[in-house]
């Protein structure tokens, strides 16, 4: 491969800072989808429908990259692009795709819900859809990751606190495991990277498919 520059096609500074413990930040330019329109997971229950969809929003991303790529001539080399959601189930074992909670006032009694009913002694998934394109040759690789996550039984002494703190806004489910839900977190079977939102092992085995050696 003769490009030499990854394009990472995120908004997400914590997706930077764990690609950088991978590539050399002076190899990483970031680009962001201009479309923020994104395919919705409503009435999907199936983890099948949920990982296609996952994917396929990855996918998009990274046409919108590359569509934006088109005038340069440069040495881009490869352009990555990931989406990573929340996946609960219901005393009914249905999946469900959790988001960022609402933007009004609600939010708090959302994420109360989340723990009480959805997170308290159980596990859920945290997903990550990775697509990775090498540019001059336009092959394509693609990848879901899943791990695991397990929640204390008993989270209401921390709840009050936790939602006073305002961390839960803006992120997928209601919480981020580097911050301060991770005392709410008692295990994590799988990648811990994916958790966060970019799976370093996945990065691992496809980077040199793409003939990006690790350094």
């Given amino acids: 491969m003769s490009a030499s520059r990854l394009i990472l096609g995120s908004r997400s500074p914590r ?29 999907l229950t199936s983890w099948l429908e949920i990982a296609q969809r996952l994917q396929r929003i990855a996918r998009e991303k ?26 609960a189930s219901d ?39 990775v697509c990775l394109t090498d540019r001059p040759t336009g092959r394509r690789l693609e990848r879901i990751v899943q ?10 002494p921390l709840l009050d606190w936790y939602l006073a703190t305002d961390e839960p806004r803006g992120k997928a489910g209601g919480y981020a495991l580097q911050g301060l839900a991770s005392v709410f977190v008692t295990r994590v079977e799988g990648s811990i990277t994916n958790v966060v939102g970019l799976p370093l ?3 691992v085995e496809l980077l040199p498919q793409l003939g990006w050696p690790l350094q």
């Fill in 15 to 43: 997706r930077r800072e764990l690609l950088e413990l991978l590539i050399p930040s002076e190899l990483i330019d970031v680009q962001p989808p201009l479309s923020a329109d994104e395919l919705g997971f409503d009435g």
């Fill in 62 to 87: 990274n046409d919108d990259v590359l569509a934006q790529l088109l005038p340069r001539s440069d040495d881009v080399g490869l352009v990555l692009t990931a989406d990573t959601v929340i996946v």
């Fill in 91 to 129: 005393a009914e074992a249905r999946f469900q795709v959790l988001g960022q909670p609402p933007a009004d006032e609600s939010w708090r009694d959302v994420v109360r819900g989340w723990f009480r009913d959805l997170y308290a002694g159980r596990s859920h998934i945290a997903a990550t859809a």
């Fill in 201 to 203: 092992e996945a990065l």
């Fill in 147 to 156: 791990s695991h996550v397990w929640v204390r039984d008993d989270v209401e």
